[in-house]
C-alpha cells in the first residue's frame, strides 16, 4: 500500500535533508505505528503519506514513494486525498459545517453525492463511531473524545484505504482515549483499512494490536518490528522515547526479557519473571514523604455557573501548600479548566472565596491577579499574540518594565529550559502545536510568579521534553513556587505530583497522594481516568497492595 525506497527529502528554508535513506513497505490492511522524538522526521514522514508534502510545504526529493501506486508529489493533493483521509492533532482546525451532520457531508458534497444518498451515507459514517445523536450539534460544543469521532466519521464517508492519525490521544482524557483507540481498532477489523497513527503515548496505544511499530529518529528509521521485538529491545530508550511502565519495571527488577512470548501483553509475564519481580518490590524498603504545609492558596466552597442554571463547579474545596505541585485530574468536562480560569479571575464566581497567602483575592483584578498566579492555557493559540517568538515570551516582561540586558537574558533561559532555542529567530506561525504549547509556557515562566497554573502542559511533548521541563518544574516547586497542573497524563501524576484532586461532574471526589487514587478503581471509573501500567502488573503477579508497589517503583525512579 506504500512503499518507500532510498527516499529523502529537504524542506526548501533547511539546510540539511529531514528524511534520509527512508526504507519502508506498509501492506494493505497492516495496522502501524510510527514513534520518535521532536523533530525526529515522524511528522514529515506522515506529511509525504498525506501529501502535505509537496503541496503544503514545499521540498526537495530524492529516491521513491508510491502510495497505492500512485507517486503522490506527482499528482494533485485530491487525488493523494482519495487515497489517504488524515485525522489532524487539532480537531477544531479540521472543522468545516456548522454542525456535526453537515461537517461528515462535507466530502460528499464535494463528490456530488445526491443529498438523498448523501444523508444516508452521513448517518452510516457517524453511526460507526457512535455519534448519530449528535448530528445536529455544533462541532465546537464537543468533548475531545467526540471531536475525534466526527473527525474520524468525515474522513469514514471517503472511499480512502489509508488512514492517518496525527496522535490522536493528545486532548483527550485516558478513558477517552482507550475507547478511541478501541474504535479505531473497531474499524480496522470492520473495513481492513491501512491504519496509520502518530503517536507519542506508546504505553497507552500497545495496550491495542499492531501489526508493525516503526522506530525514526534523526529522520532515519532505526528500526521495525512487532510490539513485542521493539519493546523486547532498547531502542525506544536510545531514541529517547519512553517506555511502558511495567516494561521500565521488568528492567529494574531485572527480569529475562528474552523469557517473555508477548511483552505487550502485561497478563501473559511467565512465572520466574513474576517471582523475580515479587521479591524486588519485598526486599525495598519504601521511603517515608515529606509533606509541604506552608499553605499559599485555598479555594473555599467554590461554585460557578455559565449560565445560572446549572452549576459547572458545585462546592469545591482545597488548599496548595508552598512548593506543592498538585494535579487536577478528570474527565474532558468536568471542570477542570473551569476551575482555574476561577481562581485567575478570568471567571468571575459568586459563591466561594480564594485566599492567597491568607488574603481573600475575589475582589482582586485580573491584572493584579496575574503579577502572582500565571496561567498557561490548553490551547496555545488563545494566548499567543506576538509574531516572533522571542518576542511573545519577552511580552510580559516588557509590560512588567524590566530592562532589556534582563528581559534577553530571562529570555534565553527559558528559550532553552523549554526546548525551544534553536527555533528563537522563528516566526510563531511556523511551529507546530507542541512547540506553541511550549511557547506559552515559556511566556508565563519568565515571569516568576508565587503559583503556576499549567492546563495540559506536556500533551503533545515527547519524552525528552517532557522530562526537561518537568524536572525544571520540579526545581521551581524546590524553591517555594507552587504549581498547579491539569493533566490528563498518568505517568506524569504519579512521577512529578506531590498530590492530586479529582473532578467529576464539577465536584471533588477525591484528594489524595497520586498512587492512592491512580489505584482506586472506583475513582478511575467515575473519573474517567486510567489505571497504570504498573496497577495492572502488580495485579498480575499477585501483590495485593498495588498502590505500596506503584509508589515504590516512582520513589525508585526518582
Known amino acids: 500500500m506504500i512503499s518507500f525506497k532510498n527516499f529523502s527529502f529537504k524542506y526548501n528554508n533547511v539546510v540539511d535533508k529531514t528524511l534520509k535513506n527512508i526504507d519502508l513497505t506498509i501492506n494493505k490492511g497492516e495496522k502501524v505505528l510510527i514513534v520518535g522524538p521532536s523533530g525526529s522526521g515522524k511528522s514529515t514522514l506522515s506529511h509525504c503519506i498525506n501529501g502535505l508534502i509537496p503541496f503544503s510545504y514545499d521540498g526537495e526529493f530524492e529516491g521513491e514513494l508510491k502510495i497505492d501506486n500512485i507517486i503522490p508529489y506527482k499528482e494533485s493533493l485530491s487525488d493523494v486525498s ?115 497513527i502518530v503517536e507519542h503515548r506508546i504505553e497507552d496505544v500497545l495496550e491495542q494490536a499492531f501489526d508493525k511499530v516503526v522506530v525514526i529518529n534523526k529522520g532515519e528509521i532505526q528500526g521495525v518490528g512487532t510490539p513485542h521485538e521493539i519493546l523486547k529491545s532498547d531502542l525506544l530508550v536510545k531514541c529517547g522515547l519512553r517506555e511502558p511502565l511495567y516494561v521500565e519495571a521488568m528492567k529494574l527488577a531485572g527480569c529475562d526479557i528474552s523469557a517473555e512470548e508477548n511483552l505487550r501483553d502485561i497478563n501473559t509475564i511467565c512465572d520466574n519473571n513474576k517471582e523475580i519481580l515479587k521479591n524486588w518490590f519485598k526486599d525495598k524498603p519504601i521511603n517515608k514523604h515529606i509533606n509541604k504545609e506552608e499553605k499559599i492558596l485555598e479555594v473555599k466552597n467554590l461554585s460557578f455557573s455559565h449560565d445560572g442554571k446549572k452549576n459547572t463547579l458545585n462546592d469545591i474545596s482545597f488548599h496548595l501548600n508552598k512548593g506543592e505541585i498538585l494535579a487536577v485530574l478528570g474527565n474532558n468536562g468536568a471542570g477542570k479548566s473551569t476551575l482555574c480560569r476561577a481562581i485567575t479571575g478570568i471567571l468571575k464566581y459568586k459563591e466561594g472565596n480564594i485566599f492567597l497567602n491568607d488574603e481573600c483575592i475575589d475582589s482582586w483584578s485580573i491584572k493584579k491577579k496575574g503579577s502572582s498566579i500565571g496561567y498557561v492555557m490548553q490551547n496555545p493559540n488563545q494566548m499567543i499574540s506576538q509574531h516572533m517568538i522571542k518576542d511573545e515570551i519577552a511580552l510580559g516582561l516588557k509590560c512588567r518594565g524590566f530592562s532589556k540586558e534582563y528581559i534577553a537574558e530571562k529570555t534565553e533561559e527559558v528559550l532553552k529550559i523549554c526546548g525551544l532555542y534553536p527555533y528563537r529567530n522563528w516566526p510563531v506561525s511556523a511551529l507546530s502545536y507542541g512547540q506553541k504549547k511550549r511557547v506559552t509556557i515559556a511566556s508565563i515562566l519568565a515571569i516568576n510568579p508565587d503559583v503556576i497554573i499549567l492546563d495540559e502542559p506536556t500533551a503533545g511533548q515527547d519524552y525528552k521534553h517532557y522530562t526537561e521541563f518537568m524536572e525544571f518544574i520540579k526545581e521551581l516547586s524546590n524553591k517555594g513556587i507552587s504549581i498547579i497542573m491539569v493533566t490528563h497524563d498518568m505517568q506524569l501524576t504519579l512521577e512529578y505530583c506531590d498530590r492530586a484532586i479529582v473532578l467529576s461532574k464539577g465536584e471533588k471526589i477525591a484528594d489524595d497522594k497520586p498512587s492512592s487514587i491512580l489505584t482506586d478503581e472506583k475513582i478511575i471509573k467515575q473519573a474517567n481516568l486510567k489505571e497504570t501500567s504498573l496497577s495492572t502488573l502488580a495485579k498480575s503477579i499477585d501483590i495485593a497492595n498495588t498502590s505500596d508497589f506503584v509508589q515504590f517503583f516512582i520513589d525508585l525512579e526518582r
Open 82 to 196: 482519495k487515497k489517504v483521509g488524515t485525522i489532524l492533532q487539532d480537531q477544531d482546525s479540521q472543522f468545516i459545517g456548522l454542525s456535526v451532520g453537515e461537517d461528515v457531508a462535507f466530502n460528499f458534497e464535494n463528490n456530488a453525492v445526491p443529498v438523498k444518498e448523501m444523508k444516508i451515507k452521513v448517518i452510516d459514517a457517524l453511526e460507526l463511531v457512535n455519534m448519530v445523536e449528535f448530528l445536529n450539534h455544533s462541532p465546537y460544543e464537543l468533548s475531545g473524545g467526540q471531536k475525534q469521532r466526527v473527525s474520524l466519521a468525515g474522513v469514514l464517508g471517503s472511499d480512502a484505504e489509508i488512514l492517518l492519525f496525527d496522535e490522536p490521544l493528545a486532548n483527550l482524557d485516558p478513558a477517552s482515549g482507550r475507547e478511541i483507540m478501541q474504535l479505531i481498532n473497531d474499524i480496522h477489523e470492520k473495513t481492513n483499512k491501512t491504519i496509520i
